[in-house]
């Protein structure tokens, strides 16, 4: 529209839509700017005392097939271990922490972005893969493996979990389950795990996301305000920056109607 522009048709179509805006009355500027005012108070805040507990009931995703399952793993979450007999998890040895250095880069509305990240999944470099924590479920779309150019026909095999608020009011069930190598890193310092995928044949702004199961596995500590990952390995901490350009145009993409 602009030819001579410096600016993309989306900044120019939301500079009109702002400008196209009612005005805000005096009083609801004032409100707002005290709202705001409040927010960004720091400094110490008083203890909460608790009036009352709050329980949730929630479901699985179905992956045990025998309540016999369920209830040994029961008995291993309610088993009281010492340190002394203590099983250390692998890499455990291995300390992560964060500091001022890992700040990259600033924005204003901190957590607002996706932590998006791009390894190696059975050979293809997937650009756009997804680091979701609060998932219980690690995800591949039917078109990414079309993408990756994987013969799938023999690789599903069955699954009992189930996707929610994907369809409205219905759950989706996945085409199967399949378990792929994902690789992070170079030759000379890489982790890699096999990764249980479930496998679902929906439209996503992603290739892959991986979930708490997938995290567990790498041990990875996510940072959602730097977006950065990190993980250990054999030779130290292996750190990986999230793409801010990928970040915005995939959160542009996925809010579109």
């Given at each position: 529209m602009h030819l001579k522009a410096q600016h993309m048709l989306f900044e120019c179509v939301s500079l009109r839509k702002s400008l196209n805006a009612p005005l805000l009355p005096q009083n609801r500027k004032r409100k707002d700017q005290e709202d705001d005012d409040e927010d960004d108070k720091s400094g110490t805040q008083d203890f909460q005392d608790p009036?009352?507990?709050?329980?949730?009931?929630f479901g699985g995703d179905g992956s045990f097939p025998l309540k016999r399952a369920q209830k040994l793993i029961l008995h291993?979450?309610?088993?009281?271990?010492?340190?002394?007999?203590?099983?250390?998890q692998r890499y455990s040895e291995?300390?992560?922490?964060?500091?001022?250095?890992?700040?990259?880069?600033?924005?204003?509305?901190?957590?607002?972005?996706?932590?998006?990240?791009?390894?190696?999944?059975?050979?293809?470099?997937?650009?756009?893969?997804?680091?979701?924590?609060?998932?219980?479920l690690?995800?591949?779309?039917?078109?990414?493996?079309?993408?990756?150019?994987?013969?799938?026909?023999?690789?599903?095999?069955p699954s009992r979990a189930s996707f929610y608020n994907t369809v409205p009011g219905n759950a989706a069930p996945p085409l199967g389950s399949m378990v792929l190598p994902v690789n992070f890193g170079t030759k000379n310092n890489y982790r890699t795990e096999y990764i249980k995928f479930e496998v679902a044949?929906?439209?996503?702004?992603?290739?892959?996301?991986?979930g708490r199961l997938a995290?567990?596995?790498?041990?990875?500590?996510?940072?959602?305000?730097?977006?950065?990952?990190?993980?250990?390995?054999?030779?130290?901490?292996?750190?990986?920056?999230?793409d801010l350009k990928k970040s915005t145009a995939t959160k542009r993409r996925s809010s579109t109607p």
């Amino acid at each position: 529209m602009h030819l001579k522009a410096q600016h993309m048709l989306f900044e120019c179509v939301s500079l009109r839509k702002s400008l196209n805006a009612p005005l805000l009355p005096q009083n609801r500027k004032r409100k707002d700017q005290e709202d705001d005012d409040e927010d960004d108070k720091s400094g110490t805040q008083d203890f909460q005392d608790p009036k009352n507990v709050i329980n949730v009931i929630f479901g699985g995703d179905g992956s045990f097939p025998l309540k016999r399952a369920q209830k040994l793993i029961l008995h291993e979450i309610l088993s009281v271990e010492t340190a002394a007999i203590q099983k250390p998890q692998r890499y455990s040895e291995v300390p992560i922490s964060f500091s001022r250095d890992d700040q990259w880069t600033s924005f204003s509305e901190l957590g607002k972005f996706p932590l998006i990240v791009d390894p190696v999944v059975a050979g293809s470099q997937l650009t756009r893969v997804l680091i979701d924590g609060g998932s219980g479920l690690n995800l591949l779309f039917a078109s990414t493996l079309k993408k990756m150019g994987l013969d799938i026909s023999k690789m599903f095999t069955p699954s009992r979990a189930s996707f929610y608020n994907t369809v409205p009011g219905n759950a989706a069930p996945p085409l199967g389950s399949m378990v792929l190598p994902v690789n992070f890193g170079t030759k000379n310092n890489y982790r890699t795990e096999y990764i249980k995928f479930e496998v679902a044949d929906f439209e996503s702004s992603y290739h892959v996301i991986l979930g708490r199961l997938a995290l567990a596995k790498f041990m990875v500590v996510p940072h959602f305000v730097y977006l950065i990952l990190k993980m250990p390995s054999k030779t130290g901490v292996l750190m990986f920056r999230g793409d801010l350009k990928k970040s915005t145009a995939t959160k542009r993409r996925s809010s579109t109607p």
